[in-house]
């Protein structure tokens, strides 16, 4: 189901397509491996690197059966806050032995299975006193997601003094700062990440040799390195993939790219890892770039961070690991690609806080990629003999474990310039400090490329009562913003702050707090970076304010003045405000009003629509209605009397879907067949399907007879609704509406502001939307019922592809999303945006639910 994700042959294709590369790029057989994880390595010319997962995740279907965690499902996990305390070290936990899988893709490389990992550790356990593993999460498939922690024992109160100053560090940065004993005695927290891409295994193997190294030396160095020192280490991220040799985990997710968003288990668990270790300095181990390749990446910097604090360890630790590696005396370990000191602006840049070292960084610590050299994934792991893939993961093996070594040793020798520009990095929170001024040359090769800095506003303010547009998605944001440790609080009774007055109960998140960087990555609109660096890398663009469906207002200056309450999960909001016995309306708005509304279906409850926004639940139904509110913090209104409606049905949905739209639409309450070119040849059934959803993996021209007679049929009697690329050719393809897609250029992302217009999409929809790979559509004979804005991009990056072609200036005011009557009969929905993308833009899923309401008919 991820082979869209890493097949060199359709990205190629997708990019000469895009105009974005010249000819296709070879990845195996060769001496340097290609096809790498991030980009290409040693080379300044962009064209040849390898965009994340955006253009070519068209290209095949989702299989995916998997059922994750809903978002709109009420009470949502609160943060399960790892927290070291208490216990004292070690707390010795006999992991469970997983069953053994011959089939784990590790075995071939030499490597160990992941079903191996746990009687290591048990093992470790056992022998020595510096091990203690705990299971902190599951993976989307279940398995269980490990965390060792190497220290010297501690004694429960020994652990519990630890861990008050990690939260004074945090909560009261000048006070850590005056205390010289705890300035010598706390531990110094490290953190490595290994295999959170499933196909690169190494980083796992690498980390177990350090703990058993760690675990089992005897020389007092290492018995005095960890007296004070605290190691981490998240032996695999992603067993899913390790097992089955993929980059994504077992729902189909680049857990690499789902930090900001959150909607995989496995970043969940990272995440709680990351706030309750605070770590100094982290290591996310990847593969595979030829060359070693260590962060400090390249400009854009992304523009919250307290760079300064960051870049004076993240260069000499980068070179620190780079002599490390050198050391093993490989002719291919010789040097090492340093992104910062290397590459070109955007080859390899640490914008969005999708990655997890990015991440980590607005959590106090120093964070780096590192990437092993040798491929032994995808074509290698396929076409190479066994021999030289387990010299390979050998080589790899030793990279890793060195980069751990070197970070190990630089921390420790670095450990009070590292607590003290941790404790800064805070402090600077608290006091509202603009970031310093970076100078040139501040480290060697700084220069005002590599300057970016941010104005931080003084508050931002979610509004409760009428303000508010959507208080399901306002109680869902405040809980994603307290899961992510930002402080939020509650107003105690009405204020006024920057001329706008609000009632009591509205939320703040004052923006003097330690992790003020992370508040305003997720809350602020971004910015157009496309003048300032030739591309990027992944997504340049996201906002959690523009797109997750809440009103929220910003006080750019004047400090909130009023009592406050803090808060570690928002209010109820969920209600029905109608009296009894009349019929109860809903306006579909979020994707919270549509899983209530297809949990009432799901109950046989009869409901009805008015229009394609608005949702009709008879008088009777009061009772259910009352439980779904709660359930999913929807709130139900006096429906007009007369307001008949027609019935509105839960359609029958087969989807050729990327694996994320596949989770939204089930996110959603949907039900969804998988279905592709394939699967249909095959003989899928689509009998009793209303709607067919059609974005990757799916071609019209390449069906054969029996399958394009059975999608015939369901195109002259139900639906169709389609995103980008592939749907608009299969809308062409089919005949449906006589709409002509002109696209944008593959690589562009971002957020963009839309005027809404129709009113199956458009009606109430937010104005603002996401785009990747922008579509959009010329002719006449359907409806428009979304254009981008004359100025369309708000965030992000976005250039033409050529001069007057595919660029924003050509998108501007052209129809984003359309909607009509087919040829054949049926009705159709065409989405040039990506209202589901990564599970991300919650506020933009009730469009793609209403269009499929609608298109069922
Ligand atoms: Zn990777």
Redesign the pocket.
Known sequence: MILSRSSTVVLAAAMVAAGLLGAPASAEPGPVPANP??GSPGTRDSSTREFGNGAERNEVAATGADRGISAFELPRAQPRRWAPARQGYPRQTELPLPPENPADKSIKLGLVPYHGIAPRLNALQEESDRVSAEIIGHSALGRDLYLVTVTAPETPPESAQQDRWRALIENDPRAAGGDPWMRRHYKAPLWINAN??GD?WEGADGALRVIERLATAEDAATARLLSRTRIYVTVTNNPDGRVAGT?ANGAGFDI?RDHATNSQPESRAVRDVVIGTQPFVMLDE??YTGTTLIEPATPPHGQNYEYDLYIKHALPNAEGMEAAIRKLGYPETARADIPFRDYAPGDWDDWPPIFTPMYAMYHGAVGHTV?IPWQVNRNAYETLPVEELRRRSAVNTDVAAATIEATITYADTNRAALLADQIEQFRRGWAGEPSPFIPDGFVEGFGPEDRYSTTFPRAYVIPVGAAQRSPAAAARLVDHLVAHDIRVTRARRAFVLAGRAYPAGSYLVDMRQPKRGLANVLLEAGRDISALVPQMYDISGWSHRLLWGASVDISATAAPRVATTEVSVASPVGGVDAPAGRNLSLSLRDGADVRAVNALLDAGVPVRRTDAATAVVPAAARDKAAIVAERFGVRFTTAPRGSAGTPLRKPVIAAAASADELFALREMGFEVRPVSTTLLNAGADLSGVDTLVVSSGLSYGQLNAGARAAVDDVLARGGVVTRGGTGAAFNAAAGLLPATAVAGRGDANGVVAVRNAGSVVGTGSLPHSFVYSPLWFTGTGFTVEQRYEADPLVAGHWRPVAAGVGGPEQAAGQAAVISGMTARGGRAVLFGTEPLFRAHPKGLYAQFARALYWAAG
């Open positions: 994880d991030r959170i891409h690169e980059r690499n990847h593969g990437e």
